[in-house]
């Protein structure tokens, strides 16, 4: 049995693609500016802080409130610094296209972790919190690093250094 031969996308989806992840990457990059060090909004009614206690005040899932309550709120400044961390990253690493599937997974944990904490509060549109896991999904899936981003620079390097699947992709040429 032969393998199909793979179908190039046309300029328009590969100009779309990398849209797509860059409008992503803006997102958190935009959203980290809110996350302001070095108490991230404790002991205020606005912040990151405020945010993570809808959590508990809003349950939306019994353990994901109990993890929040009991883990997170304690350690609250050690868990500012993480969420400030991971989503610049997150931001940076879509923006450029790099490790892009691996980012995109992370996105999909912290897309999730946020709609645990404030799917309930007042005046969340759920539908937001949807989009964002399946936008990361789909960013996952198509691979977008590999259009306009350095993915797709990288690729053919790590390909070829790679032996057994260069022969692969060698052989379905």
Do not use: C
């Not at 304690?74 to 923006?95: D, H, I, K």
């Not at 450029?96 to 599937?101: A, E, V």
């Not at 996952?140 to 699947?165: K, Q």
Request: net charge positive; hydrophobic share 60%.
């Amino acid at each position: 049995m032969k393998a199909a031969t793979p179908i190039a996308p046309s300029r328009l989806n590969v100009w779309l693609i990398a849209v797509v992840r860059v409008g992503v990457a803006l997102m958190w990059i935009d959203n980290v500016s809110w996350k302001v060090p070095p108490n991230f909004g404790e002991g205020t009614s606005r912040g990151l802080y405020r945010w993570t206690l809808y959590g508990v005040e809003y349950e939306v899932l019994a353990p994901w409130a109990w993890f929040v309550e009991t883990v997170v709120v304690p350690n609250f400044l050690l868990f500012g610094w993480l969420v400030l961390a991971m989503e610049a990253s997150l931001g940076a690493f879509l923006l450029i296209g790099l490790f892009t599937r691996a980012f995109a997974l992370l996105g999909v944990v912290q897309s999730l972790a946020i709609t645990f904490s404030v799917l309930n509060a007042p005046h969340e549109w759920y539908w937001a919190y949807l989009l964002m896991i399946l936008i990361h999904l789909l960013l996952f899936a198509v691979a977008a690093g590999r259009y306009g981003g350095m993915d797709g620079i990288l690729r053919p390097l790590w390909i070829h250094r790679n032996g057994r699947v260069y022969r692969l992709m060698k052989a379905a040429s």
